[in-house]
């Protein structure tokens, strides 16, 4: 299944740096949610982006190399699938080809509403995943 990936670029600010002179491991977290809603937003049609939220499920992040104030560092985010009211992505964080880590999560999509799930049909999904002839 072809699916489209987004490049999130990331701002490291002074406030995320820990008394280890680097990120705090904490800020990972925030840069993958903003990098997941970001490429919902981006991807879907306006309604479903409209009538949907998402809630986060699991997140495993494996930390490879630590980021520092100055670097220049990108989020790439890739859906890896759906099912029913659940997506499961894989984000890489990125300073030029180093990998700095690598996050699998799951996400429960809601209606805003009622903030009870809500299934992703064929109809929304694909956007993520368009068919290649």
Same mark, same amino acid.
């Given at each position: !299944?072809?699916?489209?990936?987004?490049?999130?670029?990331?701002?490291? =600010? $002074?406030? /995320?740096?820990?008394? !280890?002179?680097?990120?705090?491991?904490? @800020? #990972?977290?925030?840069?993958?949610?903003?990098? +997941? =809603?970001?490429?919902?937003?981006?991807?879907?049609?306006?309604?479903?982006?409209?009538? @949907?939220?998402? %809630?986060? =499920?699991?997140?495993?992040?494996? #930390? *490879?190399?630590?980021? &520092?104030?100055?670097?220049? +560092?990108?989020?790439?985010? %890739?859906?890896?699938?759906?099912?029913?009211?659940?997506?499961? #992505?894989?984000?890489?964080?990125?300073?030029?080809?180093? %990998?700095?880590?690598?996050?699998?999560?799951?996400?429960?999509?809601? /209606?805003?509403?009622? =903030?009870? $799930?809500? *299934?992703?049909?064929?109809?929304?999904?694909? #956007?993520? &995943? $368009?068919?290649? /002839?």
């Amino acid at each position: !299944m072809n699916t489209l990936s987004h490049l999130f670029p990331i701002k490291i =600010l $002074p406030e /995320d740096i820990d008394f !280890m002179g680097h990120v705090n491991n904490s @800020r #990972y977290l925030n840069w993958v949610q903003e990098a +997941v =809603l970001e490429h919902w937003r981006n991807l879907a049609p306006p309604e479903a982006v409209a009538q @949907r939220a998402w %809630v986060a =499920l699991k997140h495993e992040i494996t #930390y *490879r190399k630590p980021a &520092f104030l100055e670097d220049v +560092v990108v989020a790439n985010v %890739v859906l890896e699938s759906i099912h029913g009211a659940r997506a499961f #992505y894989e984000t890489v964080i990125k300073r030029g080809e180093e %990998v700095l880590a690598e996050v699998k999560s799951s996400w429960c999509c809601i /209606d805003a509403e009622t =903030l009870r $799930p809500a *299934r992703i049909g064929a109809d929304i999904s694909a #956007y993520f &995943f $368009p068919k290649t /002839d």
